[in-house]
């Protein structure tokens, strides 16, 4: 007699339930990391709004509290746009220095809304001289 070798259907069956049962599992895990990655382009950004902001405020000695990006902050029109993010959606308030020396300033980065995040909006929050960012919870 031959031997047949090979597998069984309900072995491939079995193999290819649980491969679907993995992948149901790790791709929503894999897209949120991909989501968080381009929230990160914000934070980079914000970021370098925040030493220039610092840097304005001890060069003039006194802040305006919404500072202009181009104006007041020294960027070029668009030089800040990114992949997610574009200068026209960013914004600077609240921006004070306090008797003790200490900077509050609250800045806004707006996603860019064709390019599919809408989680929400990165936020750097300075409080005397304490950064927080707050950013959409992926």
Not at 30 to 40: D, M
Not at 73 to 100: P, R, W
């Amino acid at each position: 007699m031959k031997i047949k070798e090979g597998f069984t259907l309900i072995e491939l069956m079995i193999v290819i339930v649980i491969v679907s049962i993995l992948s149901a599992l790790v791709i929503p895990l894999l897209l949120s990391r991909v989501e968080k990655a381009k929230y990160s382009e914000g934070k980079a950004i914000a970021s370098q709004i925040a030493t220039a902001v610092r840097a304005y405020a001890v060069e003039a000695d006194t802040v305006s509290p919404s500072p202009s990006l181009t104006d007041d902050l020294g960027f070029k029109d668009n030089e800040l746009d990114a992949k997610y993010f574009k200068q026209a959606n960013m914004a600077v308030a609240g921006a004070v220095i306090n008797e003790n020396g200490t900077m509050d300033y609250t800045i806004t980065l707006q996603p860019d809304a064709d390019k599919g995040l809408t989680s929400g909006n990165v936020v750097l929050v300075c409080d005397d001289n304490d950064t927080i960012f707050t950013s959409p919870d992926l």
